[in-house]
């Protein structure tokens, strides 16, 4: 495999190396996707070749097959657009739980874009992540889009920038975008110290999705390609609702998915906040893992709320309180939005309300 | 001879493309302090990303200016500034992440810098292995009050943690917070004006010594929390420190934990087993110089089944006290229950006498500390047979074992008295 992989980098060299004489640039003849298993990576999003060359750059390349989540990470209203990539050949393993098990060479792109705030105007491309399997693990390698929306470059620490949003009451909003740098990937991306994707579980995974051959079930799909091999029918395997498509599932189905997908990468056993001893993961249903009644004792400042999360009061739910800040040391998630997702904090405090007991008397004593 | 160049010119292109277009180089911009702010947190991000096991990151003298979290996830890395008072990161204003600076690496080295005003911790190490924190001063530059970020050096679920030589300053929660660790030393830091100077929490085989605690609210916190992963810390040594005058007003709101901390307090064992407290200078402490206590005075109901609330096995000896208890928090009503009902000013050491059902070799012995004060305030009931005789406490306990860690030469001292007299 990685012999596979190597010899078609050398091919690529070779290419690149009479395209420079010709053309004074590299990656115009080879049209398949390259992979790319170890540094140094590419230092522009266009010799992937995820992306059709001179068509629009979201048109996916032979073998990029796009998906999408039932629940995504709400990151500040950017529309996301995810493809997947395998090499020729191989296939991810399913699992249950978790993440699959993909091959080495495996890409995962995922290009976050702001449609137009006018009707002239033009969606704006603002970067793609790519999430690669390399050698020696998981590498995410932040892509910046230029001005021109031509291409982008590999900014492993990329400067903040201005994109702007049309607001649900027609208001043209401003927002400082915070491209994650490479180590604030890993923030979200680490499970004791591996580096893994977060979105493609088989509950997450499982849905329909519009291909350009026909509508079908992503996990049947994905094994009707080659990309995914052992999982059962997509009516057996599990399955998250829409956080805010209210038929998909029940109130609290809809916000476990919602936590499970915004919070658990870092607030479940081996992520960056487990020490906070809560755990998001929709895998669970003890209300006391989610953090009922529980002080979070070593957390900072926590609005005056006693509790991560009080049974029937929101307005007391540290939780709650949280995903409503846009402050740097207050804010959940710490990384990765500048805005509180209204509809979001919408649905968990509707959630939060209808569950019954509360914590009892607020008891406060000396040590 | 023309084909020969002809691949020889082609080789060159070809590595000037290499160079140009196909790598990547980051973290090559010199750290110089004629860079912009914004030029200057790029590229020391750059240097953290791109850095490899073996990798020194020198930061130049001068204050540098930050918006967001500097991150480091590479093992191996030495961070090496030019002084505590000249090397200065500033996080005022800071609008992304909560640390100033946070550390999820092994082998990791800081020293010589410091970190002002970062909106949440100053510097986080998490599931850290082997982590040297030395003579870094971290300090919030406003008066001590709740919006300054809660923890100063705080490393969590960390193994073999040196911190020396170190300051904080203006913690809203704690100086020093070793949390859910194993295996640590602090020894020689300064911790003042924070609410609780040192908190060594949920910790297992730690030794703190030869530090200074002065005008917090509390000293020296030793202690575990229920509803934390990392459960039964233990195995604790508190020595050669200087706890003086810690009666800093407690600034946290009512909900969090540390409010519960009475100002005026100066080292506080509660609800863990096998700690040493011995040779520190213990003075001055308006609520009361030492508490030995169980979680229960906290009247929390405890729903974490793994937590064991009582505190046992505690060696407090060849200490001197003096000044105790001049001025009790009157903030928390059960401080001042616990007053009334043993007078004023408070004893050096106040125990609440609550004892594990069942604990049969319990003990909290008491031994040379000069002319100490002592009350057991009968907590399980109410105050009512409250005891100043700490006669039932005249016994030895072996003495813990001394910490070393991987990355330390130096041979930290054993407890000459420990287990003897």
New interface residues.
């Given amino acids: 495999m990685s012999w596979a992989v190597s010899t078609k980098r050398f091919v690529v060299?070779i290419a690149?190396?009479s395209a420079?004489?010709l053309t004074g640039s590299?990656g115009m003849f080879s049209t398949d996707v390259t992979s790319f298993v170890e540094?140094?990576?590419?230092?522009?999003l266009s010799?992937w070749r995820l992306f059709v060359s001179g068509s629009k750059p979201m048109t996916p390349n032979k073998g990029v097959v796009p998906y999408d989540l039932n629940t995504p990470l709400f990151s500040d209203y950017a529309d996301k657009y995810r493809f997947v990539w395998m090499p020729a050949g191989t296939s991810a393993k399913y699992s249950e739980d978790g993440v699959f098990d993909f091959p080495v060479g495996t890409v995962l792109a995922k290009t976050f874009a702001f449609p137009a705030t006018e009707a002239s105007g033009k969606e704006r491309i603002v970067e793609t992540r790519l999430l690669v399997h390399g050698k020696t693990g998981w590498v995410a390698l932040p892509y910046v889009w230029n001005a021109e929306q031509t291409d982008a470059r590999?900014e492993?620490?990329a400067?903040p920038t201005e994109v702007t949003r049309k607001a649900d009451d027609g208001s043209v909003q401003k927002i400082?975008y915070?491209i994650p740098?490479?180590?604030?990937c890993?923030?979200c991306h680490?499970n004791?110290?591996v580096t893994l994707p977060i979105g493609p579980k088989a509950r997450n995974l499982n849905k329909d999705f519009p291909y350009a051959d026909g509508a079908a079930n992503q996990l049947a799909y994905w094994t009707k390609v080659g990309y995914l091999k052992g999982a059962p029918a997509a009516d057996s395997a599990p399955k998250v609702p829409a956080w805010d498509k209210a038929e998909s599932g029940s109130l609290e189905a809809r916000t476990r998915a919602y936590l499970d997908n915004n919070c658990a990468h870092c607030h479940q056993?081996g992520g960056?906040a487990?020490?906070s001893?809560v755990n998001f993961s929709f895998t669970h249903s003890d209300l006391?893992k989610l953090g009922a009644?529980?002080?979070?004792?070593?957390?900072?400042?926590?609005?005056?709320?006693?509790y991560d999360l009080v049974p029937g009061n929101p307005a007391e739910s540290i939780l709650l309180f949280r995903m409503e800040s846009t402050?740097?040391?207050e804010m959940m998630p710490?990384?990765g939005r500048?805005l509180s997702h209204k509809e979001g904090v919408a649905l968990v405090r509707e959630w939060l309300a209808t569950l019954k007991g509360g914590c009892?008397e607020v008891?406060?004593?000396?040590? | 001879m023309k084909p020969k160049s002809l691949v020889l010119s082609?080789l060159i292109?070809?590595s000037t493309?290499a160079l140009n277009?196909?790598?990547?180089p980051?973290g090559e911009a010199a750290l110089s302090s004629s860079l912009s702010p914004?030029e200057f947190q790029?590229a020391l991000?750059?240097k953290?990303?791109?850095a490899k096991s073996g990798s020194v990151i020198e930061l130049p003298e001068g204050r540098f200016q930050f918006d967001?979290?500097l991150?480091?996830?590479a093992n191996g890395v030495t961070i090496r500034g030019k002084g505590m008072a000249k090397t200065v990161l500033a996080f005022k204003g800071?609008?992304?992440?909560?640390a100033g600076m946070?550390v999820?690496a092994n082998d990791f080295t800081i020293e010589d810098v410091a970190i002002e005003d970062a909106?949440?911790?100053g510097l986080k190490t998490?599931?850290s292995t082997n982590v040297t924190i030395r003579r870094v001063r971290v300090e919030w530059t406003a008066a001590l009050n709740?919006?300054n970020?809660?923890?100063g050096i705080y490393p969590?679920?960390s193994k073999n943690v040196l911190i020396e030589d170190s300051f904080v300053k203006g913690a809203?929660?704690a100086g020093f917070?070793l949390?859910?660790s194993e295996n640590a030393i602090m020894r020689r830091n300064r911790a003042e004006g924070n609410v609780a100077g040192f908190e060594v929490?949920n910790c297992k085989n730690v030794d703190v010594y030869e530090n200074t605690a002065t005008n917090n609210s509390g000293g020296i916190l030793v202690f575990n929390?229920?509803?934390?992963?990392?459960q039964g810390g233990e195995k604790v040594r508190v020595y050669n420190n200087q706890v003086v005058g810690n009666n800093a007003p407690n600034v946290a709101?009512?909900?969090?934990?540390v409010?519960?901390?009475?100002s005026g307090?100066g080292v506080?064992v509660?609800a863990i087993k096998n700690v040493e407290v011995f040779n520190n200078t213990i003075k001055d402490n308006n609520t009361a110089n030492m508490?030995i206590?169980s979680y229960l005075?906290?009247?929390?109901?405890i729903?974490d089944k793994t937590y064991n609330p009582f505190v046992s096995n505690v060696y407090v000896h060849d200490n001197q006290f003096g000044g105790s208890g001049k001025n009790p928090?009157a903030r928390?009503?059960?401080?001042l229950a616990?007053a009334k009902a043993v007078g004023q000013p408070m004893p050096d050491i106040l125990y609440d006498g609550m004892v594990e059902p069942g604990a049969t070799d319990a003990k909290i012995c008491l031994q040379n500390n000069g002319e100490v004060t002592f009350a057991n305030f009968d907590a399980a009931n109410q105050f009512k047979k409250v005891s100043r005789d700490a006669k039932k406490h005249q016994c030895t306990l072996p003495a813990l074992t001394a910490i070393t860690l991987p990355q330390d030469g130096t041979k930290s001292m054993t407890s000459a008295a420990g287990g003897g007299k």
Avoid: W
């Avoid at chain 1, 540094?39 to 522009?44: L, T």
């Avoid at chain 2, 928390?332 to 401080?335: G, H, Q, R, T």
């Fill in positions: 060299f690149c190396l420079l004489t590299c540094e140094p990576f590419p230092k522009q010799e590999l492993l620490v400067n400082n915070i740098n490479s180590n604030e890993k923030q680490d004791n110290k056993p960056s487990e020490a001893g006391r009644c529980k002080m979070p004792n070593s957390a900072g400042y926590s609005g005056g709320h006693q402050k740097a040391k710490e990384i500048s009892g008891k406060l004593a000396a040590k | 082609a292109l070809a493309f277009s196909c790598s990547a980051t914004a790029k991000q750059e953290l990303i791109a967001k979290t991150s480091l996830t800071q609008t992304a992440g909560s946070l999820k909106a949440g911790d998490e599931g709740e919006k970020g809660p923890y969590v679920t809203a929660d917070y949390g859910q929490e929390l229920p509803d934390l992963p990392v709101p009512k909900s969090q934990t409010y519960n901390l009475p307090l506080s509660m508490h206590i005075a906290m009247s929390q109901e729903k928090d928390l009503e059960s401080v616990v």
